[in-house]
Each structure stands twice: as C-alpha cells, then as structure tokens.
C-alpha cells in the first residue's frame, strides 16, 4: 500500500511528512508515540473508556 493512497490535503500529508522526518520512533516505541499523540488531543484513557462503556452487570440496575 502506497503512503500516497490516503486520501489526504497536501498539507495534511506535507505535515506527516515532517512528523515521520522527526522519526519519533526512535527515541520511543509506537506504543509510546501512538500514545503521546493521544494525549495530546486529550483522548480518553483506556481507564476513562472501560468506566463509561462498562456493560451492566446481571441482576443490578
């Protein structure tokens, strides 16, 4: 799969570009990367995440 196959504005990919340039993965794993940018955006935890979409457990309401 092409990287150019992402149907994305030249600014966007131009913005890629200069983040994949930074190679982030070399100071950290993607899993730490992947995480930082979440962070960033302030996505919620996985913690925050389980606590709200927790199913109900049988027999409480």
């Known amino acids: 799969m092409s990287r150019y196959s992402i149907p994305v ?5 131009d913005r890629l570009r200069a983040f994949r340039n ?17 962070d960033q955006v302030e996505f ?7 606590a709200e979409y927790r199913p109900v457990e049988r027999g409480r309401i």
């Not at 504005?9 to 990919?13: F, I, K, L, Y």
């Not at 919620?44 to 389980?50: D, F, G, Q, R």
């Open 9 to 13: 504005r030249e600014s966007t990919r």
């Open 22 to 38: 930074r190679n982030p993965l070399d100071r950290k794993t993607y899993d730490e990367a992947v995480n930082e940018l979440l």
């Open 44 to 50: 919620a935890t996985a913690e925050e995440l389980n």
